[in-house]
């Protein structure tokens, strides 16, 4: 994957447990974020790494401590 390109990238919601589609941007590189779901909008707490090819690694979370 070449960089500056967007990754569309299936994740499961941890509240809700709906699938959605996210893009994620890999010229970014590794980043950490919250991004409401688009079903129950709740915050989702988004751990992306990029690795050296451009290719990214999400994990989700729950906002609650």
Do not use: K
């Amino acid at each position: 994957m070449s960089h500056n390109q967007l990754a569309e990238i299936d994740i499961q919601c941890p509240y809700c447990w709906q699938s959605i589609g996210v893009l994620i941007d890999c010229s970014v590189g590794s980043q950490e974020y919250i991004e409401d779901c688009r079903v129950c909008c709740r915050p989702i707490v988004f751990d992306v790494i990029v690795d050296d090819d451009g290719y990214p690694t999400v994990s989700v979370n729950s906002d609650e401590s």
